[in-house]
């Protein structure tokens, strides 16, 4: 007989997912920090990788069988799991970066979307930084709505309604293939978090869930493909993507977003959520 173990987890094992938090919070800041034009996709890489080493973690991507890195790094139509390699960023590009780190056994997992500085025409930076403004934008409305929900399918259909109320004339494509998870012992766990609105209402959300929540929002159409390489999904029509994802608990006091340093308080305060840190 196999026994599935419970989607909710005790407070505990909630608390054992702070530290494995702040590490991945802590590896994409290293990450961020590099960002400028001529750095290569590889050399982010080796810095999240020395980060999650030296705080006595190991890299969950690594873990994945058949991925050998640390990050995932997707450039311009790329809009998830595109592997690092050796070309240099250029001004202009925008880049979505993934990681995450497991430590003593649980995970956290986290991403971000940046625009690479430096001289690129405006017209070619507006729109991708606004892109990236409302997956992010997107993700906390999701995360607020998370907090307020009875049930889990609230939390897609808040990142939708966001998107549609935020994307420009003609709306963004939110990519229907890839979905947010839960995340605990493993860093991809039941259930499937959606980014948008579905019929079924899921599952209860109460004490005990731990999700990653991660929007993949496109400028064009949502249809992508996976290349050669056998990981990287990039849209069809070429058309720019987003990825912004938080690793978040809910338990008895609140949330707490645990890959944020601040619990997610700052970008939680206009949707007038407290996150509540987990004791
Ligand atoms: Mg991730
Ligand atoms: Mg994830």
């Given at each position: ?26 590896a ?6 590099m ?18 080493s030296a ?16 990050i ?12 690092p ?16 780190a ?7 997992d ?17 729109p ?27 939390v ?36 499937s ?12 959300v109460?004490?005990?869930l ?17 290349e ?8 069809v ?5 987003s990825?912004?994802e938080?690793s978040?608990?809910?338990h ?28």
């Amino acid at each position: 007989m196999v026994l599935r173990s419970s989607i909710y987890k005790k407070p505990a094992q909630l608390r054992s997912m702070v530290e494995p938090g702040l590490i991945t919070a802590d590896a994409l800041d290293a990450v961020r920090s590099m960002i400028e034009p001529g750095v290569t996709t590889l050399e982010l890489d080796a810095a999240a990788s020395a980060l999650i080493s030296a705080r006595g973690a190991k890299s969950n991507f690594q873990m994945v069988r058949g991925y050998r890195h640390t990050i995932c790094a997707s450039v311009n139509e790329q809009v998830v799991h595109g592997i690092p390699n050796d070309r240099p960023l250029r001004p202009g590009d925008i880049l979505s970066i993934d990681a995450g780190a497991e430590f003593r056994g649980w995970n956290g997992d986290s991403a971000f979307t940046v625009i690479v500085p430096g001289d690129a025409p405006a017209d070619l930076v507006a729109p991708r930084q606004r892109l990236s403004d409302v997956t992010a934008g997107s993700l906390w409305a999701g995360i607020a709505a998370l907090s307020r929900a009875t049930h889990l399918a609230e939390v897609g259909a808040a990142i939708e309604q966001y998107i549609q109320d935020n994307a420009p004339e003609g709306g963004y494509g939110i990519l229907r293939d890839y979905v947010g998870h839960g995340i605990g012992r493993k860093m991809h766990e039941s259930p499937s978090i959606f980014n948008y609105a579905v019929a079924d209402r899921g599952p209860e959300v109460r004490p005990g869930l731990a999700v990653a929540i991660e929007p993949m929002v496109v400028i064009g159409d949502q249809e992508t493909f996976t290349e050669d390489d056998g990981w990287t999904v990039s849209t069809v029509d070429g058309t720019a993507g987003s990825h912004w994802e938080h690793s978040v608990a809910v338990h008895d006091g609140g949330i707490w977003v645990l890959t944020a340093h601040d619990g997610g308080a700052e970008k939680l305060a206009p949707f007038g959520v407290v996150p509540k840190e987990i004791d």
